[in-house]
């Protein structure tokens, strides 16, 4: 998929901006660039001088679209679409190296996220225009594909080789590993910036004149520039890197007879999640785990193995439930401030 640069009207940055996040910080002129790529629209704030942004902003896009060309399930240029479409098929080190880190990320969380669940999500059809509830029969049949241990990624032959009928999909990890490797671009670069791409978001670098890095928490019952808290970060060092994700039942969603299903779907059921939950925000040292954990937190539930994944992973993170009550993890309590009094916090004891 071509990453595609995107003309800025107004109103088109004002949505952008506060889609999940509203940045607040820097008080010195930044550089603002934004693109369309992995299916959602990625917008980046540059705190460098204007001549250095677009080669900075280019170099990132760069690093996105080779993620894209090789983990996008979409394109059937990929590795992992000709993975998918073959059974088995040549793949190159950064798609084996990124799908095994995705493979044990799964195993880590018990297999709540799966990598394996492409069967699955394409007979839902939630990337597409017309999502719809598959046939019990054909849901059962793509279920009976999941599993890990029928993957094989073969190093030695360079290849990737899936079970019978089997497919891939990294829709719970794809914008974390971009902005990973949108990171690795800004360590070189050592200006600050703020990037959201979908539901993700980095911060990287200090910023300056003494302020910190604000990050609006999505109101999950309001509309798209609508947030109910507020996280703040004061990072002591210039290389700091920080990564939010957000995964939510409101993100993508359809009614059928009278029946509304959301897009985050159950390994075990084949069925979007049912859970009081609403949304968990996820605040992690990297993209790739804020991202799965995000998704992992949010189909598991508010529970002491929830918590223990958090912090064997560095983690913390916000859980809202359908009556708008918040928790808060105890690593997050200082960074986070409520703004809106329709909610209140969690009765939860753990």
């Known amino acids: 998929m071509r990453v595609q640069r995107i003309l800025r009207p107004a109103a088109l940055l004002c949505a952008l901006l506060t889609l999940c996040t509203t940045f607040n910080g820097c008080s010195s002129s930044y550089q603002e660039r934004t693109a369309f790529a992995m299916g959602s629209v990625m917008t980046a704030r540059l705190y460098a001088p204007e001549d250095k942004a677009d080669d900075l902003f280019d170099r990132m896009t760069g690093k996105v679209e080779e993620a894209d060309r090789c983990l996008s399930a979409n394109d059937p240029a990929s590795e ?44 839902w059809g939630f990337s597409t225009d017309e999502p719809r509830k598959p046939e019990e029969a054909d849901l059962q049949a793509a279920l009976a594909t999941v599993g890990l241990d029928r993957l094989l990624i073969d190093n030695t032959n360079e290849t990737v080789v899936l079970g019978e009928g089997q497919k891939i999909d990294p829709g719970a990890f794809g914008k974390g590993v971009a902005l990973d490797e949108i990171s690795n671009v800004l360590h070189t670069a050592s200006y600050p910036a703020v990037v959201s791409f979908g539901g993700s978001v980095l911060l990287y670098g200090q910023p300056r004149n003494g302020k910190s890095w604000t990050v609006g928490v999505r109101d999950p019952f309001g509309g798209e520039n609508d947030y109910f808290a507020k996280l703040s970060f004061t990072p002591e060092s210039g290389d700091y890197t920080g990564f939010i994700s957000t995964s939510g039942s409101y993100e993508k969603s359809f009614t059928q007879d009278g029946v509304t299903y959301h897009h985050i779907l159950s390994p075990e059921t084949g069925y979007p999640v049912e859970t009081d939950l609403v949304s968990v925000t996820v605040y992690a040292p990297g993209g790739l785990n804020s991202d799965a954990l995000s998704t992992a937190c949010f189909i598991n539930g508010l529970n002491p193995q929830t918590l223990q994944w958090l912090q064997s992973f560095g983690a913390e993170a916000v859980f809202v439930n359908k009556d708008k009550e918040y928790y808060v993890t105890d690593g997050l309590s200082d960074a986070f401030s409520l703004t809106d009094d329709a909610f209140t916090p969690m009765a939860y004891e753990g």
């Open 80 to 123: 992992i679409a000709a993975v998918n479409a073959k059974g088995s098929a040549n793949a190159g080190a950064f798609t084996r190296k990124t799908l095994g880190d995705m493979v044990l990320l799964c195993h880590l969380l018990n297999g709540t996220v799966d990598v394996t669940m492409g069967a699955v999500t394409q007979l």
